[in-house]
């Protein structure tokens, strides 16, 4: 087992009705003006929205309010959350949505008070010295954001979508309501499913694998997933299965699926490239991305994806020939994630062959990556995986 | 799944080495004199004594001392403490060892800044306010202290042994070197495993029971101990050993194992009778509890406790007559625990027959315990529970 460092202090509210306790909860940590963030009427419409105000009224809370967040969030946007957060003084960011706006949150979070420009942390020209807090109340459960350290946003200058970790990102403390997500199309269901498999996938399929507890934990929340989102999907006002995926979508992704080993995250390297050319929906770039990187590197590591051909899928163990395991564990993702309404070809989103240079080309703009045990990837290799998924 | 909050915010530094940064650390959480309380000699011969107290000094740091902590700690010891923690003006508990060390600072913590006698949060008078914050170096994976919000103390007065749970109670940050636990005896390890498990399964064997995910997650905890506690007792220089163990014993305990539904704690409840009473190491005590309680309970409660002896002991499931997986669940704990060289019967720790009564007359001095939808147990229940364990 590596050494490693697990630090993952948001607190999370979890159940039904404590949306109604924001401004109650706000006022308890000291604060008295959140900088309330969120996406398009979504909240309006399924009254979100008024619950909220009406929770910071009657605790006697003014706010100011950045709406229009979109999925893939951009740079500009949370530019003009930075001054409208410094011109209105307030002292806390409330995010009320998904992954694209917490992370809009986490962003103006860290730049409200940084004299340079926010994009540094992201460009890795500066390290955050301090941030904003950040408090989430969740509406989709798919990035994690709500308990993790990280925040991804789309520089309109180039397209460049990039994720940034720092101990400031981490919420305060976040809302989870399953019942809030009891309204979302069965596709952003499915995204988000995809999602929680994949924080997890890229800390799993790792070189060297194995920790035990650390690899249980981590097949509990893709056999959870499993399990649950077909249902959330057939029945979307099912509570049972809408928290289940909440939950996994926070453990996923609050790192303990991957405490003692490496992680990879090179399917998300590949779909970040495709939702900044494309915008496609986070979840279906990883559903795309993955089956490819998986048969490109499945060789590397035969007992891995075996293992979790097995645990995972239930597949039955070739101890002959473990990589036929390994292959049929790779299948039957692709299957799943097929079920869901995912696409999972580079087709079906009508990105053409044609386009693969390009993608190999952005995903290398700074060179090679590396990925620990698994090969270095450069444009040749990122042309390779991508042609797998053509 | 019930409602539930979640907040485990303790900085774990997992892995080698970290003990000798003790001094850097604390100095860059802005402390300047930590109150250092540990046991017997067995850091003083391991030489942890001496690497913790020269990373104070690098760091500039002054400290005072409070040694002498037992296995089932003491309040006259920890009222010691208080006492000296004011008088040397100390800012911050660094504990050095087990659970019984890391519950003493905790119970210091509490009492520092509290006027009255801080039993009166044990006993139930008064809730804190407020505590000054404790770091741990862990030398034992066994009570989950180094990341819970609890702490056991015994009160000689009657030699009452009682927990309290408050988010004061958390470790600040804690550091785990499995390495420093390679040199304990087989028997400590064995009692940590048991108390690891018992952690676990007292959130586990509940009514209702199933949050797939946070079951799962129990399991994983359960299979890890299952698999590695033998390997710690055969090499106890195991490195992966020890690691797995202590990685578990945090998780056990920091409530992860439990979220969305009730826990039950009853065997701590016995446990911790035998201990006041008998001085019986805390494992050990859990260990004679468990299956006298198990045998108690299981037909109310079939599916849970089949699930149990299927996924993790592996017995076959009795699809006609579960409760005969159920037993052979139950009974697969007692043969491990037997195995570790743990006593499972109170006549192993010399406790007559003629003892139960007063000790289920103990467990319910103040009234009959409700264990939600378990039955609630008074001395009669207790009784029964116990001649079950003779």
């Known amino acids: 087992m590596n050494n490693f460092v697990y630090h993952s202090p948001t607190k999370v509210y979890f159940g039904q009705g404590y949306e109604s306790q924001i401004g109650a909860l706000l006022k308890e940590h000291g604060f008295r003006k959140p900088l309330m963030v969120y996406g398009g009427g979504s909240i309006k419409r399924s009254g979100l929205y008024d619950t909220v105000t009406a929770s910071l009224k009657d605790a006697g809370l003014t706010w100011a309010e ?35 706006t917490i992370d809009t949150a986490k962003v103006i979070g860290l730049g409200v008070p940084y004299d340079g420009d926010v994009w540094d942390f992201w ?3 500066a390290d955050p010295k ?43 403390f976040s809302i989870l309501n399953p019942a809030l997500t009891a309204t979302l199309p ?5 995204c988000g499913a995809v999602d ?26 893709l056999l959870t997933v499993r399990h649950w989102a077909p249902v959330a999907i057939a029945e979307p006002d099912n509570y049972e299965a809408r928290a289940q995926l909440m939950w996994a979508g926070s453990l996923s992704h609050n790192d303990l699926t991957g405490c003692g080993h490496a992680s990879v995250f090179i399917n998300h390297k590949i779909g970040h490239e495709l939702s900044a050319t494309h915008d496609t929906a986070h979840g279906a770039s990883l559903a795309i991305a993955f089956p ?41 993702t692709e ?16 990105v ?18 590396s990925f620990k045990s698994y090969v270095d990837c450069g444009t040749k290799e990122f042309t390779e995986i991508l042609k797998l998924a053509k």
């Open 335 to 350: 299957d799943f994630f097929r079920s869901l309404g995912m696409p999972v070809r580079l087709s079906y989103i009508d």
């Open 352 to 369: 053409p062959e044609s386009e693969i240079d390009l993608l190999a080309n952005r995903i290398t703009a700074n060179g090679k990556l």
């Open 66 to 100: 950045l709406p229009g967040v979109q999925p893939n969030p951009l740079l500009g946007l949370a530019k003009q959350g930075i001054a409208l957060f410094r011109a209105e003084q307030c002292d806390v960011l409330l995010a009320v949505g998904g992954g694209s």
């Open 130 to 172: 301090t941030g904003i807090p950040t408090v989430a109340i969740l509406t989709i459960a798919a990035a994690g954001s709500e308990t993790s350290e990280s925040a991804v946003i789309t520089n309109e200058d180039g397209m460049q979508k990039k994720g940034r970790n720092s101990i400031f990102n981490r919420p305060l």
């Open 186 to 190: 069965a596709y952003q269901t499915a």
């Open 292 to 332: 490819a990187w998986a048969k490109y590197s499945y060789l590397y590591n035969v007992p891995r994806f075996a293992q979790y051909a097995v645990r995972v899928w239930g597949c039955e163990m070739d101890y002959q020939h473990p990589e036929n395991t390994a292959l049929a564990g790779i299948q039957a």
């Open 123 to 125: 460009c890795g020209k």
């Open 196 to 221: 929680i498999m994949m924080h997890t996938l890229e800390r799993y399929l790792t070189l060297p694998g194995e920790v035990e507890l650390t690899d249980r934990i981590a097949e509990s929340v």
